[in-house]
Protein backbone atom coordinates (compact mmCIF):
# COMPACT_ATOMS: atom_id res chain seq x y z
CA UNK A 1 0.00 0.00 0.00
CA UNK A 2 0.61 3.44 -0.44
CA UNK A 3 0.53 6.95 0.96
CA UNK A 4 1.55 10.63 -0.21
CA UNK A 5 2.14 13.24 1.35
CA UNK A 6 2.53 17.51 0.78
CA UNK A 7 1.86 16.70 -2.77
CA UNK A 8 3.59 13.72 -3.08
CA UNK A 9 6.70 15.07 -1.45
CA UNK A 10 6.91 11.90 0.95
CA UNK A 11 6.25 8.62 -0.42
CA UNK A 12 5.33 5.74 1.79
CA UNK A 13 4.81 1.83 0.67
CA UNK A 14 4.90 -0.97 3.24
CA UNK A 15 6.08 -4.16 1.65
CA UNK A 16 5.51 -6.80 3.48
CA UNK A 17 6.53 -6.09 7.06
CA UNK A 18 9.04 -3.40 6.23
CA UNK A 19 7.63 0.59 5.63
CA UNK A 20 9.36 2.03 2.99
CA UNK A 21 9.82 6.02 3.47
CA UNK A 22 10.86 7.95 0.46
CA UNK A 23 11.86 12.18 0.34
CA UNK A 24 10.51 12.82 -3.39
CA UNK A 25 12.04 15.97 -4.58
CA UNK A 26 14.34 15.05 -6.89
CA UNK A 27 14.03 18.13 -8.50
CA UNK A 28 15.60 20.06 -5.60
CA UNK A 29 18.03 17.23 -4.02
CA UNK A 30 14.72 16.12 -1.96
CA UNK A 31 15.12 18.93 0.33
CA UNK A 32 12.47 19.45 2.90
CA UNK A 33 9.92 22.26 3.34
CA UNK A 34 8.84 22.77 7.18
CA UNK A 35 5.90 20.82 6.66
CA UNK A 36 7.73 17.87 5.01
CA UNK A 37 9.64 17.83 7.73
CA UNK A 38 6.47 17.76 10.15
CA UNK A 39 4.72 15.27 7.61
CA UNK A 40 8.00 12.64 7.64
CA UNK A 41 7.84 12.43 11.79
CA UNK A 42 4.61 11.77 11.78
CA UNK A 43 4.35 9.55 8.88
CA UNK A 44 7.34 7.36 10.25
CA UNK A 45 6.06 7.78 13.80
CA UNK A 46 2.82 5.69 13.06
CA UNK A 47 5.08 3.36 11.06
CA UNK A 48 6.65 2.71 14.36
CA UNK A 49 3.07 2.46 16.04
CA UNK A 50 1.71 -0.04 13.67
CA UNK A 51 1.71 -3.56 14.95
CA UNK A 52 2.52 -4.67 11.22
CA UNK A 53 5.58 -3.03 10.68
CA UNK A 54 9.08 -4.80 11.85
CA UNK A 55 11.46 -2.53 10.25
CA UNK A 56 11.76 1.31 8.76
CA UNK A 57 13.49 1.64 5.47
CA UNK A 58 14.58 5.67 4.14
CA UNK A 59 15.77 6.57 1.52
CA UNK A 60 15.38 9.25 -1.63
CA UNK A 61 14.05 9.56 -5.44
CA UNK A 62 16.59 9.69 -7.64
CA UNK A 63 20.17 8.88 -8.30
CA UNK A 64 21.60 12.06 -7.17
CA UNK A 65 20.71 12.99 -3.56
CA UNK A 66 19.56 11.28 -0.53
CA UNK A 67 18.42 14.46 1.40
CA UNK A 68 20.05 18.34 0.55
CA UNK A 69 18.91 19.35 3.75
CA UNK A 70 16.50 22.45 4.33
CA UNK A 71 14.78 23.94 1.65
CA UNK A 72 16.56 27.22 2.59
CA UNK A 73 14.31 29.75 0.69
CA UNK A 74 11.19 28.62 2.67
CA UNK A 75 12.72 27.39 6.33
CA UNK A 76 15.83 29.95 7.30
CA UNK A 77 13.61 32.80 8.24
CA UNK A 78 11.99 31.06 10.69
CA UNK A 79 15.35 29.70 11.85
CA UNK A 80 16.88 33.32 12.07
CA UNK A 81 13.70 34.48 13.67
CA UNK A 82 16.21 33.72 16.92
CA UNK A 83 14.22 30.76 18.06
CA UNK A 84 14.33 26.91 17.45
CA UNK A 85 10.82 26.48 19.04
CA UNK A 86 9.42 26.39 15.55
CA UNK A 87 10.89 23.51 14.80
CA UNK A 88 12.31 21.92 17.69
CA UNK A 89 9.55 22.41 19.69
CA UNK A 90 10.66 19.59 22.66
CA UNK A 91 14.30 20.48 23.08
CA UNK A 92 15.43 17.32 24.47
CA UNK A 93 14.23 15.28 21.36
CA UNK A 94 15.47 15.01 18.02
CA UNK A 95 14.11 13.66 14.99
CA UNK A 96 13.79 10.08 14.84
CA UNK A 97 14.51 9.54 18.58
CA UNK A 98 11.92 8.07 20.09
CA UNK A 99 11.11 5.88 17.18
CA UNK A 100 12.22 2.68 18.59
CA UNK A 101 11.10 0.44 15.45
CA UNK A 102 14.96 0.03 13.79
CA UNK A 103 15.68 2.23 10.59
CA UNK A 104 17.61 1.71 7.89
CA UNK A 105 18.98 4.13 5.43
CA UNK A 106 19.36 3.91 1.90
CA UNK A 107 21.60 6.90 0.87
CA UNK A 108 21.14 7.18 -2.78
CA UNK A 109 23.23 10.16 -3.15
CA UNK A 110 24.57 13.34 -1.66
CA UNK A 111 23.35 13.94 2.54
CA UNK A 112 23.99 17.35 3.09
CA UNK A 113 23.42 19.17 6.50
CA UNK A 114 19.40 18.03 6.79
CA UNK A 115 19.81 15.64 5.46
CA UNK A 116 22.77 14.40 7.79
CA UNK A 117 20.34 14.92 11.10
CA UNK A 118 17.71 12.61 9.54
CA UNK A 119 20.65 10.00 8.54
CA UNK A 120 22.05 10.81 12.35
CA UNK A 121 19.08 9.10 13.47
CA UNK A 122 19.33 5.84 11.70
CA UNK A 123 20.19 2.56 13.03
CA UNK A 124 21.97 0.73 9.95
CA UNK A 125 22.95 2.54 6.74
CA UNK A 126 23.85 1.57 3.46
CA UNK A 127 25.79 3.92 1.03
CA UNK A 128 25.54 3.97 -3.17
CA UNK A 129 29.20 4.05 -4.22
CA UNK A 130 28.92 8.14 -5.13
CA UNK A 131 27.46 9.14 -2.28
CA UNK A 132 28.81 12.14 -0.22
CA UNK A 133 28.11 13.26 2.95
CA UNK A 134 28.57 17.08 4.62
CA UNK A 135 27.88 19.29 7.00
CA UNK A 136 28.44 22.74 5.73
CA UNK A 137 26.31 25.10 8.42
CA UNK A 138 29.15 26.56 10.04
CA UNK A 139 29.80 28.05 6.12
CA UNK A 140 26.24 29.22 6.23
CA UNK A 141 26.69 30.91 9.46
CA UNK A 142 24.64 28.54 11.01
CA UNK A 143 24.75 25.22 13.43
CA UNK A 144 23.54 21.68 12.52
CA UNK A 145 21.09 22.34 15.67
CA UNK A 146 18.61 19.16 14.77
CA UNK A 147 20.67 16.74 16.44
CA UNK A 148 23.71 17.06 13.93
CA UNK A 149 26.56 18.29 16.48
CA UNK A 150 25.17 16.16 19.02
CA UNK A 151 24.84 12.79 17.27
CA UNK A 152 27.43 12.79 14.55
CA UNK A 153 30.37 13.68 17.80
CA UNK A 154 29.14 10.18 19.24
CA UNK A 155 28.99 8.02 16.59
CA UNK A 156 32.67 8.45 14.40
CA UNK A 157 35.73 9.29 16.08
CA UNK A 158 36.11 13.21 17.74
CA UNK A 159 38.35 14.45 14.93
CA UNK A 160 36.21 13.23 11.95
CA UNK A 161 33.59 14.78 13.29
CA UNK A 162 35.17 17.86 14.10
CA UNK A 163 36.39 18.12 10.85
CA UNK A 164 32.95 17.63 8.97
CA UNK A 165 31.11 19.78 12.14
CA UNK A 166 34.07 23.09 11.77
CA UNK A 167 35.17 23.18 8.63
CA UNK A 168 31.81 21.82 6.27
CA UNK A 169 34.72 19.23 4.91
CA UNK A 170 32.82 16.54 2.65
CA UNK A 171 33.33 12.76 2.81
CA UNK A 172 32.72 10.31 0.43
CA UNK A 173 31.67 6.65 0.71
CA UNK A 174 34.50 5.06 1.40
CA UNK A 175 35.63 7.34 4.03
CA UNK A 176 32.30 7.27 5.36
CA UNK A 177 32.62 3.02 5.90
CA UNK A 178 36.40 3.57 7.23
CA UNK A 179 35.21 6.07 10.20
CA UNK A 180 32.02 3.74 10.67
CA UNK A 181 29.57 6.73 9.56
CA UNK A 182 28.04 3.76 7.29
CA UNK A 183 28.01 0.04 7.37
CA UNK A 184 28.26 -0.79 3.62
CA UNK A 185 29.19 0.62 0.36
CA UNK A 186 27.19 -1.07 -2.58
CA UNK A 187 27.00 -0.25 -6.34
CA UNK A 188 23.92 2.70 -6.87
CA UNK A 189 21.53 0.28 -8.34
CA UNK A 190 21.58 -1.53 -5.60
CA UNK A 191 21.80 0.82 -2.76
CA UNK A 192 17.80 0.12 -2.06
CA UNK A 193 17.88 -3.69 -2.30
CA UNK A 194 21.21 -3.84 0.44
CA UNK A 195 18.65 -2.00 2.14
CA UNK A 196 16.07 -3.97 2.39
CA UNK A 197 17.53 -7.65 2.89
CA UNK A 198 18.89 -6.24 6.15
CA UNK A 199 15.46 -4.50 7.08
CA UNK A 200 13.84 -7.88 6.23
CA UNK A 201 16.56 -9.37 8.28
CA UNK A 202 15.72 -7.34 11.25
CA UNK A 203 11.77 -8.05 10.51
CA UNK A 204 12.41 -11.94 11.06
CA UNK A 205 13.97 -11.39 14.27
CA UNK A 206 11.76 -11.35 17.46
CA UNK A 207 9.59 -7.63 17.08
CA UNK A 208 9.50 -7.31 21.08
CA UNK A 209 13.27 -8.18 21.58
CA UNK A 210 14.34 -5.49 18.53
CA UNK A 211 12.44 -3.15 19.98
CA UNK A 212 13.29 -3.39 23.50
CA UNK A 213 17.14 -3.44 22.51
CA UNK A 214 17.20 -0.49 20.38
CA UNK A 215 15.39 1.59 23.20
CA UNK A 216 17.68 0.30 25.88
CA UNK A 217 20.73 1.73 23.29
CA UNK A 218 19.13 4.73 22.35
CA UNK A 219 17.67 5.70 26.14
CA UNK A 220 21.12 4.58 27.50
CA UNK A 221 22.99 6.93 25.35
CA UNK A 222 21.63 9.76 27.36
CA UNK A 223 21.40 12.52 24.48
CA UNK A 224 18.56 14.53 26.38
CA UNK A 225 20.56 17.00 27.95
CA UNK A 226 23.51 17.30 25.03
CA UNK A 227 20.31 17.94 23.13
CA UNK A 228 18.94 20.98 24.88
CA UNK A 229 22.42 22.00 25.15
CA UNK A 230 22.76 21.87 21.13
CA UNK A 231 19.62 23.81 20.87
CA UNK A 232 20.20 26.46 23.42
CA UNK A 233 23.55 27.40 22.51
CA UNK A 234 22.27 27.25 18.67
CA UNK A 235 19.70 29.19 19.40
CA UNK A 236 21.98 32.32 20.05
CA UNK A 237 23.98 31.83 16.66
CA UNK A 238 20.63 31.66 14.64
CA UNK A 239 19.07 35.18 15.65
CA UNK A 240 22.68 36.83 14.14
CA UNK A 241 23.21 38.83 11.39
CA UNK A 242 25.48 36.43 9.85
CA UNK A 243 22.69 33.84 10.36
CA UNK A 244 21.10 35.97 7.93
CA UNK A 245 23.87 36.76 5.72
CA UNK A 246 25.15 32.99 4.76
CA UNK A 247 22.02 31.57 3.78
CA UNK A 248 21.44 35.16 1.73
CA UNK A 249 24.60 34.75 -0.13
CA UNK A 250 24.08 30.98 -0.52
CA UNK A 251 20.99 31.57 -2.74
CA UNK A 252 22.56 34.65 -4.76
CA UNK A 253 25.58 32.52 -5.11
CA UNK A 254 27.96 34.75 -3.58
CA UNK A 255 30.46 34.43 -1.02
CA UNK A 256 29.33 35.56 2.59
CA UNK A 257 30.33 38.43 3.96
CA UNK A 258 30.46 37.55 7.63
CA UNK A 259 30.56 40.28 10.50
CA UNK A 260 30.55 38.06 13.71
CA UNK A 261 27.59 39.80 14.83
Not at 1 to 30: C, F, H, K, Q, W
Not at 69 to 75: I, K, P, S, W
Request: hydrophobic residues 50%; charged residues 20%.
Amino acid sequence: MTSDSDGDAIVVETVGRVGVVRLNRPAVGNALTAAMFADLERLVGELDAAKGIAAIVLTGTGDRTFCAGADLAEFIPSLTSGTLRDVIPDPSKRVFSEVYTPIVAAINGACIAGGMELLLGTDIRVAAEHASFATPEPRLGLVGAGGTVSRLARQVPWCVAMEMLLAGAPMDAQRAFAVGLVNRVVAAENVLAEAMRIAEVLAAAGPLAVRATKEIAVRGAGLETPFAIEAEIATGVFGTDDAVEGPRAFLARRPPNFTGT
